[in-house]
């Protein structure tokens, strides 16, 4: 059903009839192997309800619906927690991508499927000797007739291991400046010569993986874009994902939320602190400036105005606002969120989510990314020296390539 009514409580409605009624009891329990069908079950069930890609086009699979209406449902949805996690690079970063980039083909394609989970997908970016900087990447993409063949190897994706697809940034001439040099590309993420390897991080969850392309065969209509301006689109990539890392929607009694650290206090008796009662409050208002803001940032989107650099700023407020809020809880829950009663899934909840806070400053590009793009492109400061701008990227000695005779 097709998103018509211009009445945010209608949409607010319908999303707390279908959440109360859809919502999979006991997911959370579920090895990530068991829940990747049941999320893509209840994706398909929101999708059919109306509720999945609100602002994306209709003629793709989207409800054709406003920011507004968008807002609606988030919030609405801000009280439960739902199995939707194996969709987030395909929602947030590559569909948006693949409306801004992608040819007729691609877009009837690929959106229809992404939107109802039938299809996962993930971003190919980051590579063992250019993290930040990405477009010192090495992974090689060769013309051979009508086909692409790539070789080469990413590092930290995301959701790899359940992915179907995944847009790929690869080199296409080595002979211009690295960022002159890069095409992005659609990869089949079962074709053959592609391997994926979980990796385990301190939480003890393996959500990253490496990939490894060993003369991985594409098609020719599998360039995302244009050829050699993969730059260009990996921007329009990570302005999508740093929106969405800055602004996803957080549940209301997330570990790390103010309204969870509060209700601690009150359990451990310190609600009445001034110093915590001060700490809690200026994190609830770091938390409702960033959420404004970003809905400013998916108001102007629908409108046809991509974030841009701003991007940066709501990726930044979000990594800055979990230490923020990991300093509030340790302040608050002390020794509780070191050492629980093995039976207190809470705690241990809140003892993962402060593990994982230290990956919110890397992820997406690092704070100081992040700070040099809001200098250069928003304050209009001087831009750092970059000594390999002009040089041929075959010129270069970067990461683990090796110095060329």
């Not at 209709?58 to 409800?63: D, F, I, L, R, T």
């Not at 996690?85 to 409306?99: A, K, R």
């Not at 050699?228 to 800055?246: F, I, K, P």
Request: charged share 25%; with cysteine; glycine share 12%.
């Amino acid at each position: 059903m097709a998103v018509s009514e211009s009445d945010d409580a209608e949409i607010r409605r319908r999303a707390e009839d279908f959440l109360r009624g859809e919502v999979p009891a006991g997911w959370p329990e579920l090895a990530p192997d068991e829940l990747i069908p049941v999320a893509k079950r209840f994706q398909a069930a929101l999708h059919d309800a109306g509720l999945a890609g609100i602002t994306w086009p209709a003629e793709y699979g989207g409800q054709g619906g406003t920011a507004a209406q968008e807002r609606a449902f988030r919030e609405q949805a801000a009280g439960y927690e739902l199995p939707t996690g194996p969709f987030v690079i395909g929602m947030g970063m590559c569909g948006p991508t693949l409306l801004d980039l992608g040819t007729e083909v691609q877009k009837n394609r690929y959106v229809r499927p992404l939107l109802r989970g039938e299809e996962i997908w993930c971003q190919l970016f980051s590579e063992p000797g250019a993290g930040s900087d990405v477009a010192s990447l090495q992974t090689r993409a060769v013309r051979d007739g009508g086909e692409w063949v790539i070789s080469g190897q990413k590092v930290w994706t995301s959701g790899a291991q359940h992915a179907d697809f995944g847009a790929v940034l690869a080199r296409t001439d080595p002979d211009v400046p690295k960022h002159a040099g890069l095409t992005m590309f659609v990869i089949d993420m079962h074709a053959a010569g592609v391997a994926v390897r979980p990796l385990r991080d301190m939480t003890g969850g393996a959500p990253f993986n490496e990939v490894y392309f060993d003369e991985v065969r594409l098609p020719a209509d599998a360039v995302l874009g244009e050829v050699g301006q993969g730059w260009a689109a990996a921007v329009t990539m990570l302005g999508h994902e740093r929106v969405s890392l800055g602004g996803s929607v957080r549940r209301r009694d997330e570990p790390l939320g103010s309204a969870n650290l509060a209700g601690i206090a009150r359990a451990k008796g310190i609600s009445a602190d001034p110093s915590v009662r001060a700490g809690l409050a200026a994190l609830h208002a770091k938390e409702r400036a960033l959420a404004l803001f970003n809905t400013r940032l998916s108001q102007e989107a629908a409108a046809g105005a991509p974030p841009g650099a701003r991007g940066s700023v709501a990726k930044l407020a979000g990594a800055t606002l979990l230490w923020d809020a990991l300093h509030a809880a340790g302040e608050i829950a002390g020794t509780d969120a070191v050492a629980w009663d093995p039976d207190d899934a809470a705690a241990e909840e809140l003892s993962t989510a402060i593990n994982s806070v230290p990956a919110s400053s890397i992820a997406g590009g690092t704070n100081q990314v992040q700070r040099n793009i809001i200098g250069d492109r928003l304050l209009g400061l001087p831009k750092e020296p970059q000594v390999d701008k002009d040089v041929p990227f075959r010129e270069l000695r970067v990461g683990t390539q090796r110095e060329t005779s």
